[in-house]
Each structure stands twice: as structure tokens, then as C-alpha cells.
């Protein structure tokens, strides 16, 4: 009867040693951002899940107002962000530094306008009677957004460290050569990537939440 055991054992054993493997040969960097993006994700459910059971215990109705459009705007801004800075790995992977300066700067650009249309869709909010020290489920709209707008802005100063670094080795042949060849220029690039695919997603799910509750 043991005997029987032993294999379907071993298989998990080897299974959860394999697993551990993986993570080991995570680079530290990499390691700290994947627990900070599981850290955002449990804060903003933890204040959508506010907010939902603030509106609904208010028994206020849904869809009195529309959802300021300069949120609709900003979510086509910031998908298209996310397909700039996904070509990013692509024209680092083919040397091309002049077209991944470019390519960085188009996604801080889009960044920008992204952080600008939330703020003008907070004066839409305003124009409808949607204050800060009004009703607590109207402020947690103001909070959600901006705490998002505070996590891009994190992210664009990455991105514009990296957009100068590059910008400063396109600049010469031997600096451009030691920028490709280098491994932590890689992770860095990865790691702007994988965060802003996060936050544009993040912010695509806070969206649709709003598009059902506001």
C-alpha cells in the first residue's frame, strides 16, 4: 500500500522543489515587484469592496449621472500606452535604440495626458454635485482614481529615468553597444513593461466596476 504512495508523492515533491527553483532564480528585483503588484491589487479591492458596500447601503440608485466621459478618454489613452511600451522588448531585442527612445517617450506622453484627463474628469464629477466632503461613496471615487494616477506617476519616473539613460546611449556607438549588452538594462526594461501592463489592466477593472456603481 505504501508503495503505491510513493510515486504520486514524489511527482508532487518534485513538482513544489521545481516551483521553489523558479523563484530562486527570480531576480531580487523582480522578486520585490511582483509582492508590491500583489500589495496594489489587495489595496484596491480593498477599496472596491469599500465603496460597493458604501453604495449600496446607501440606497442611492445607479445611473443618475453618466460616468464622466474624460474617463473613457483616459482608459483609450492608457491602452494605447500599454501597446506603445509593449513594443518596447521588441526594438531593445533588434538594437534599435533611436526607435526605443521613441517609443519610451510616446508611452511617458500618453502617461501624462492619461494623469491630465483624470483630473479633468474630477471636475466632472464636481460639476455634478459629486464633492470630496460630500456623500462617502462620491469620495471614494476621488480616492480610487487618484491613489491609480499616484501609482502611473511612480511608474512614469521609472520610465523617464530609463527614456534618459537610453536617450544618453543612443547617443554613441560604444554606449549604445554596452546599453544592448547589458543585463540589468533588460530587467529594467521588463520590469517598466510588466508594471505598466499592470496598472493600464488595473485600471481597465476599476473601469468597469465604476461603469456598474457610479
Known amino acids: 500500500m505504501n508503495s503505491d504512495k510513493e510515486p504520486t508523492n514524489q511527482v508532487g515533491a518534485n513538482r513544489s522543489a521545481s516551483a521553489f527553483q523558479r523563484m530562486e532564480r527570480l531576480p531580487p528585483l523582480l522578486m520585490m515587484l511582483y509582492l508590491g503588484l500583489v500589495g496594489i491589487t489587495v489595496l484596491f479591492v480593498i477599496l472596491l469592496v469599500a465603496y460597493a458596500h458604501t453604495r449600496t447601503s446607501s440606497g442611492a440608485p445607479t445611473g443618475v449621472y ?11 489613452v492608457l491602452l ?16 534599435d535604440l533611436r526607435a526605443l527612445q521613441r517609443c519610451l517617450g510616446a508611452t511617458l ?3 501624462s495626458t492619461y494623469a491630465g484627463l483624470q483630473v479633468l474628469g474630477w471636475r466632472e464629477l464636481m460639476a455634478q454635485g ?3 466632503d460630500g456623500v462617502a461613496s462620491g469620495t471614494y471615487i476621488y480616492l480610487i482614481s487618484a491613489l491609480h494616477v ?3 506617476l511612480g511608474g512614469m519616473l521609472f520610465l523617464l529615468a530609463l527614456l534618459l539613460r537610453t536617450s544618453h546611449a543612443a547617443r554613441d556607438a560604444v554606449r549604445s553597444l ?12 521588463h520590469m517598466i513593461t510588466l508594471y505598466w501592463h499592470f496598472i493600464d ?7 468597469v ?4 456603481l457610479y
Open 109 to 111: 506622453l500618453l502617461g
Open 178 to 189: 554596452v546599453f544592448i549588452r547589458n543585463p540589468y538594462r533588460r530587467l529594467q526594461l
Open 209 to 212: 466596476a465604476f461603469l456598474f
Open 80 to 95: 494605447i500606452s500599454s501597446y506603445t511600451i509593449g513594443q518596447a522588448r521588441r526594438l531593445y531585442a533588434t538594437d
Open 66 to 76: 453618466p460616468l464622466p466621459r474624460f474617463f473613457s478618454l483616459s482608459t483609450v
Open 130 to 132: 459629486v464633492l470630496l
Open 150 to 152: 499616484a501609482h502611473l
Open 201 to 207: 489592466g488595473l485600471w481597465v477593472a476599476l473601469f
